[in-house]
């Protein structure tokens, strides 16, 4: 039986942001450090050309996308980023976003990061690992309001295959693959 190799290739990885929205910020201690992170990511997406898909979840009712988030892609368009207002599930997997990823059929691993843990991270990623896609979490990107809630969650998504790895640890893979 041939292992699938949990290696993250960065010429087959898909950027995921979920709900990265504005009330996190007096709601988690995390946030200033998952704020971090998703800028991070946002660059090195615009850097070396990985496909970045960000979402809100019903704006009107939970807020916008963090403010700093929101001014870095206004001051970095690109055809690589796709942003997307969710108003039906909690999974960033909605049609719209379904039909984006298929615009890249050779990318099949997915670095996820963002907000709720224990809600639309968690749906994402469950949603992710049925279609196939390798998921890694980003968990000094990831926050809940809780954090046995954000605990529980990442054992629940690492037990249905997702891999745990740090925005550091992208980092060095970049200096791997250059």
């Known amino acids: 039986m041939k292992q699938t190799s949990h290696k993250l290739s960065l010429s087959k990885a898909l950027l995921f942001e979920c709900?990265?929205?504005?009330?996190?910020?007096?709601?988690?201690?995390?946030?200033?450090q998952v704020l971090n992170t998703a800028l991070q990511l946002a660059q090195l997406s615009t850097n070396i050309?990985?496909?970045?898909?960000?979402?809100?979840?019903?704006?009107?009712?939970?807020?916008y996308t963090a403010t700093e988030l929101s001014q870095y892609y206004d001051s970095h368009k690109s055809h690589l980023l796709f942003r997307y207002t969710k108003t039906q599930l909690f999974s960033m997997l909605e049609l719209p976003v379904l039909y984006h990823m298929h615009l890249y059929p050779q990318r099949t691993q997915c670095i996820l990061y963002g907000c709720l843990t224990e809600v639309c991270v968690k749906y994402t990623c469950f949603d992710l690992l049925e279609r196939g896609y390798q998921v890694h979490l980003v968990s000094d990107g990831i926050c809940s309001i809780h954090q046995q809630e954000r605990e529980v969650a990442m054992e629940q998504m690492r037990d249905a295959g997702?891999?745990?790895?740090?925005?550091?640890?992208?980092?060095?893979?970049i200096k791997r693959d250059q």
């Open 19 to 32: 709900d990265i929205q504005e009330p996190m910020r007096r709601l988690s201690k995390r946030f200033p």
């Open 49 to 63: 050309k990985i496909p970045l898909i960000s979402t809100q979840h019903e704006p009107p009712v939970y807020g």
């Open 162 to 173: 997702a891999m745990v790895t740090t925005c550091e640890s992208i980092v060095n893979i």
